[in-house]
């Protein structure tokens, strides 16, 4: 069974195509093809919703066809048609959504809306290195910080999340504060390799708060106070501030990562999401889960941030799970504010 899966949630349109061969093994991706809309959004400072969907609109076809071509298929091959129904920007989500059904309607086959952050969860899946159930997963993304125990697709308890700003916020707003283009975080964290991680006392809200929720809206506070009191030395002592933000934020989702492996007993963690990209998060969660005996899994460094084949793996791997019965229907909706937990089986 081939699955298209299309994501159009944010500022990227991602488009793949997954092949689930019915004998149970991994689906696997065929190809994807991606349109980062970053370039588009920055002279504003951040996501123009409508620019957004605007931009989807143009590139999601020519994106469908190219995936094709890679696949030397041609769109009669496609079995369903998956899209990102939520969470996200309305329009960005209707336009994704719209084309789906579309798409599904005029080939006469069944469409299959996908959770985005289910999406993330399940992109290890398309590494080389696929991690096994159960398994602690830390959800990184711009909007979202979670960390979830994973017995099985579908199977997501919510063991703590943000009580305001993600971790990817976090890094985007004090990136913001520093004059560095948006979206800050891969700056910041490239930044922060030339500064003193030690340089500035920054807090790590709620690490002691005894549960596995975070807070990171105290942190950009800080570093704009911090950033004030240097006044004009700012410019020059930037990558030591870049470096203390950043180690703040890794300590952080560490120490509650390492928390959430003691608390269920689990020996193995996945972390998903745009900020699953940063290096010294990954360097820190390696050295720790080395010691501990704990295996450690990443989607492909390209496949962290958004894209459609995380779209079409989760399509794929909820209809293997036997979850979902992707329908011939094409009236649809978007659901812009969608928690994960509730897609748990039984909710
Ligand atoms: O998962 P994602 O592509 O989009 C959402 O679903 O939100 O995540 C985007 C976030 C942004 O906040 C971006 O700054 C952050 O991931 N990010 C990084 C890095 N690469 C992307 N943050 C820190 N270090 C990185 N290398
Ligand atoms: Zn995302």
């Known amino acids: 069974m081939r699955i298209l899966g299309i994501e159009s949630s944010c500022d990227e349109t991602g488009?793949?195509?997954?092949?689930?061969?019915?004998?149970?093994?991994?689906?696997?991706?065929?190809?994807?093809?991606?349109?980062?809309?970053?370039?588009?959004?920055?002279?504003?400072?951040?996501?123009?919703?409508?620019?957004?969907?605007?931009?989807?609109?143009?590139?999601?076809?020519?994106l469908t066809q190219a995936v094709l071509a890679e696949a030397k298929l041609a769109r009669e091959a496609i079995d369903v048609v998956a899209f990102t129904r939520g969470p996200g920007l309305a329009g960005a989500l209707l336009v994704g959504a719209g084309v789906a059904c579309a798409l599904g309607a005029a080939l006469g086959k069944p469409v299959l809306g996908v959770h985005h952050l289910e999406g993330h969860l399940l992109s290890p899946f398309l590494s080389a290195d696929a991690p096994e159930f159960p398994f602690v997963a830390l959800l990184v993304s711009g909007g979202h910080t979670q960390l979830?125990?994973?017995?099985?697709?579908?199977?997501?308890?919510?063991?703590?999340?943000?009580?305001?700003?993600?971790?990817?916020?976090?890094?985007d707003k004090s990136a913001k504060l520093m004059g560095l283009p948006y979206p800050g975080g891969p700056w910041l964290a490239q930044l922060a390799e030339g500064g003193d991680a030690q340089a500035f006392r920054l807090p790590r809200p709620l690490l002691h708060s005894g549960d596995l929720?975070?807070?990171?809206?105290?942190?950009?506070?800080?570093?704009?106070?911090?950033?004030?009191?240097?006044?004009?030395?700012?410019?020059?002592?930037?990558?030591?501030?870049?470096?203390?933000?950043?180690?703040?934020?890794?300590?952080?989702?560490?120490?509650?990562?390492?928390?959430?492996?003691?608390?269920?007993?689990?020996?193995?963690?996945?972390?998903?999401?745009?900020?699953?990209?940063?290096?010294?998060?990954?360097?820190?969660?390696?050295?720790?889960?080395?010691?501990?005996?704990?295996?450690?899994?990443?989607?492909?460094?390209?496949?962290?941030?958004?894209?459609g084949?995380?779209?079409?793996?989760?399509?794929?791997?909820?209809?293997?799970?036997?979850?979902?019965?992707?329908?011939?229907?094409?009236?649809?909706?978007?659901?812009?504010?969608?928690?994960l937990d509730a897609l748990a089986v039984g909710a």
């Open 148 to 171: 979830m125990r994973v017995e099985g697709v579908g199977r997501y308890e919510l063991l703590g999340e943000t009580i305001d700003d993600a971790a990817g916020e976090a890094f």
């Open 213 to 307: 929720d975070f807070s990171f809206a105290g942190l950009k506070t800080a570093v704009l106070t911090q950033a004030k009191k240097l006044g004009d030395e700012l410019e020059a002592r930037k990558a030591d501030l870049a470096a203390s933000t950043q180690a703040a934020i890794v300590e952080v989702l560490l120490r509650k990562s390492l928390s959430a492996l003691d608390g269920t007993g689990l020996k193995r963690l996945v972390v998903a999401g745009g900020v699953g990209a940063n290096r010294q998060l990954r360097a820190q969660l390696d050295a720790a889960c080395a010691r501990r005996g704990v295996r450690v899994h990443y989607p492909e460094l390209h496949l962290c941030t958004d894209n």
């Open 15 to 62: 488009v793949a195509l997954v092949e689930s061969d019915g004998s149970g093994a991994l689906p696997r991706l065929l190809a994807h093809a991606l349109h980062s809309q970053i370039s588009m959004h920055q002279a504003y400072g951040g996501v123009v919703p409508e620019l957004a969907s605007r931009d989807h609109i143009r590139r999601v076809l020519p």
């Open 309 to 339: 084949a995380m779209i079409a793996m989760a399509a794929a791997m909820r209809l293997q799970a036997g979850l979902e019965a992707a329908q011939p229907r094409y009236a649809f909706d978007v659901r812009p504010r969608w928690p």
